[in-house]
């Protein structure tokens, strides 16, 4: 299979925001660092290229929230140069060159929010576009760590112009996210119930659990206690900052007969951690023959897998699933950034589930080996 044609990728905003995180982590003192953390987040989440808003302003920089005038210097010193001497002197004289070096190392791949709108704009990448995406598998309500009620999912997901969506909150071993345990999925499925009465054929909750993947493969969940759920979805939580091999791990989740997604497969962090290490052609081809779909996850911190090892995992003939893993309504955006990486990856619609009809997609659920 050749390679599909990778697309230059230049990405001034997300340059500028790693130039100022490393520029946090080269402070003396926690609020400096916690305003150049700030900063970069600003910039990060700028709908625009600062090339464009430097344009278009007689090439001065326009003020932005959380931008003081050193964090200025640094977007000119980009723009100019494409490197930032200030941080590069700032890293040399923090002495901590190589934790700043290392956190560097962690944030390859991910796309600034200017960046992921550029990728779904741009019509010479092709790919799934993001109008035609139908639904969106990986999200958290109040019955978990996430702030919305089942309705207002619904409400917001419709206004998207989706036609389904699974609210995938975390299975009770996972306690820290406050897990659910059975009794309150009985209670879940009753509200999920009456908010797909209201809707009636236009939309459908499906309910969905993202269920633990334990350090030895085991998922949270009983064989018995998973098939309440419409889809399951698996995912680590733990041991994701542990150099050593974690293949069998891995494939051991992917053997669980109820698992349909394979969620944020490594568990990375931007800049913080680099996630389960395992031999991820091994895992892709063992989700390829279950016909178990990996995820794109597109919460911006996380962008895992990126379009680098989506590429990796199209190659090993998998599906995929493009989820924003949202805890609030406003994060359902984030499925754009999952969308963004498919299209960088070159994954056709054809192999991402989000673009089936709710047919297609509960056959699959129902039987995913006719689909792999
Ligand atoms: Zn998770």
Redesign the pocket.
């Known amino acids: 299979m050749t390679t599909p044609h990778l697309p230059a990728i230049q990405d001034v905003n997300g340059v500028v925001g790693g130039y100022l995180r490393d520029l946090a982590y080269a402070q003396d003192t926690q609020p400096k660092m916690f305003g150049y953390k700030r900063a970069a987040a600003a910039i990060l989440g700028l709908e625009r290229s600062l090339v464009d808003l430097v344009r278009e302003h007689d090439n001065a920089i326009p003020r932005i929230s959380g931008i003081g005038p050193a964090s200025a210097r640094v977007i000119r010193e980009v723009l100019d140069s494409g490197a930032s001497p200030t941080v590069d002197r700032a890293v040399d004289a923090s002495g901590r060159r190589p934790d700043i070096e290392r956190r560097r190392s962690l944030r390859r791949h991910f796309l600034s929010r200017a960046e992921v709108l550029r990728v779904l704009a741009d019509t010479t990448i092709g790919g799934p576009a993001a109008d035609e995406y139908l639904g969106d598998l990986q999200m958290h309500s109040e019955w978990s760590d996430g702030s919305s009620t089942v309705a207002a999912i619904a409400h917001a997901c419709r206004a998207r112009g989706y036609r389904y969506a699974a609210v995938t909150d975390?299975s009770y071993g996972l306690k820290i996210a406050g897990g659910m345990s059975m009794q309150e999925a009985s209670e879940q499925r009753r509200a999920i119930d009456a908010v797909n009465e209201e809707h009636g054929d236009a939309f459908r909750v499906l309910q969905g659990v993202?269920a633990n993947i334990g350090i030895d493969g085991e998922l949270d969940l009983l064989h018995t206690e998973a098939s309440v759920f419409d889809i399951v979805l698996a995912?680590p939580?733990s041991r994701l900052r542990k150099s050593d091999d974690q293949t069998q791990r891995m494939l051991r989740a992917l053997e669980h007969p109820a698992v349909r997604i394979l969620?944020?497969p490594r568990g990375r962090i931007t800049g913080s951690r680099a996630g389960v290490v395992a031999d991820w052609n091994a895992v892709f081809a063992r989700a390829a023959r279950r016909g178990i779909a990996v995820e794109i996850d597109g919460d911006p911190s996380r962008q895992d897998v990126d379009y680098d090892l989506a590429r990796q995992a199209l190659e090993a003939g998998c599906l995929f699933a493009l989820d924003s893993?949202a805890h609030t309504t406003g994060q359902l955006a984030y499925a754009e950034t999952a969308i963004a990486h498919a299209r960088l990856a070159g994954i056709p619609a054809e192999r991402i589930v989000n673009y089936w009809t709710i047919d297609r997609l509960l056959a699959w659920i129902a039987e995913p080996c006719v689909f792999g």
Request: proline content about 0%.
């Open positions: 975390h993202e995912a939580h969620a944020h893993d």
